[in-house]
C-alpha cells in the first residue's frame, strides 16, 4: 500500500483548532453554527489567529531584539543600544551597514578604535562610534542568534556642517540710490541648509536659496543672492549672511560685508567752502576751492579755523588748528620746507563725513 495521505490529518489539526462552536465547511470557511451571527472566516485567518495566541508565539516576541533610530553631526559620537526581554541563551551582535559584525556580545569583532563597547549584558547590548564620518551613515543591524534568528535595524543619519559662508559682489563704495548686488556662499551641509539676509536688525528679502550636490555626493553647496538700493543711512551698515541648519543646534554661522556709500553731494563735490577763524568777524573767505593760504604768517595767524563745505545735498564743518611759532612744519600746513623760518601756509580741507568735531593740529 502507498503511503496514507496527509490530508485526514491536516483537516483533523484544524477541526480540532476550530474555535467553540464552528464546522468547517466544505468551501474551507469557518460557519457559525449560530445563525443569527452568519459569519464566515477563511481558513487561514483562524489559523494564523490560533497560532498567534498559542504560548510559544508569545514567548518568541519576547526574543524580538528591538533599538531607536540615531542622528548625529558628522565629528560627533552615536551610542547604538539594542536590547531584547528573553535571550533565550543567546547573546546579541551589532553589525553595520556592510554587514561587518562589529561587536558579538562583548567580543569585538571589528578593528576599529572608533568602536567601543558601551555595555554588554544578557539582555542588551551598547556600542559606541566617535568621530563619525559622513560614510558611517547607513542601516545597523541587531542581531540574536534563537530560533529562528531575529533582529532589529538602527537607520544612523549624519549631518553634514556647513562651512562659514563667504559673501562676494562688494568691490568699492557705492553711490547714494545705487542697487547692490552681493552673493553669499556655503558648503558641506547635509542635509542642505538655509541662507538667509539682514542689514543690522532689519531682514533682507534675497532670492530663494540654490542647491548644488558637492562632487561627494553626500553634501550640499548652497548659494543666495540680494539686491537693495542703498542710501546716505546705509553707509557703514553691515550686511549679514546667515546659515541656518540642524547640526549648528541654533548657532547660526554668520558673515558680514560693511558698505561705504558716497552721499550724492560729496560725490559730485562740494560747490563753495566757507572759512572763519574762532572769535574773530567777519568770515574770512568764501571760495570754490578747498585750500586756505596764508602769504604772510606771523604768530598773530595761530588759532582755530572752521570751514564748511556746501553744496545742494547739505554742508559740513571741519575744524582745523594753527600754531605760528617760526621753527617747524607739519600736516597740510604747508611753507618753506628748507628754511627755519616759515613765510607762507597752506590749509587744506579734505572734506570728510564723520562730523563735525574732528580738529587737526598744524604747528609752523
Known sequence: ???????????????SWAPGGANLSQDGYWQEQDLELGTLAPLDEALS????????????????????????????????????????????QWSNPAQQTLYFGEKRALRDNRIQLVRSTP?????????VALADEGEYTCSIFTMP?????????????????????????LREKETATLNCQSSGSKPAAQLTWRKGDQELHGEQTRVQEDV???TFTVSSSVSFQVTREDDGASIVCSVNHESLKG???????????????W?????QYLWVKEGSEPPLKMTQERALIFPFLNKSDSGTYGCTATSN??????????????????????????APDADTAIINAEGGQSGGDDKKEYFI
Not at 553631526?73 to 547573546?91: P, Y
Not at 534568528?149 to 563704495?173: C, D, E, M, N
Open 216 to 218: 561627494n555626493g553626500k
Open 251 to 265: 548657532a547660526d554661522r554668520v558673515t558680514s560685508q560693511r558698505i561705504e556709500v558716497l552721499c550724492m553731494s
Open 123 to 131: 539582555h542588551e547590548l551598547s556600542i559606541s562610534i566617535s568621530n
Open 149 to 173: 534568528v531575529r533582529t532589529a535595524k538602527s537607520l544612523v543619519t549624519v549631518l553634514g556642517i556647513p562651512q562659514k559662508p563667504i559673501i562676494t559682489g562688494y568691490k568699492s563704495s
Open 49 to 92: 489567529s490560533t497560532v498567534w495566541s498559542s504560548p510559544d508565539m508569545l514567548a518568541s516576541q519576547d526574543s524580538q531584539p528591538w533599538t531607536t533610530d540615531e542622528t548625529v553631526v558628522a565629528g560627533g559620537t552615536v551610542v547604538l543600544k539594542c536590547q531584547v526581554k528573553d535571550h533565550e541563551d543567546s547573546s546579541l
Open 267 to 271: 560725490a559730485l563735490g562740494p560747490q
Open 1 to 15: 500500500m502507498g503511503a496514507p495521505s496527509a490530508l485526514p490529518l491536516l483537516l483533523l489539526l484544524a477541526c
Open 313 to 338: 545735498m547739505g554742508s559740513y564743518t571741519a575744524y582745523f588748528t594753527l600754531n605760528v611759532n617760526g621753527t617747524y612744519l607739519t600736516h597740510e600746513a604747508k611753507g618753506s620746507d628748507d
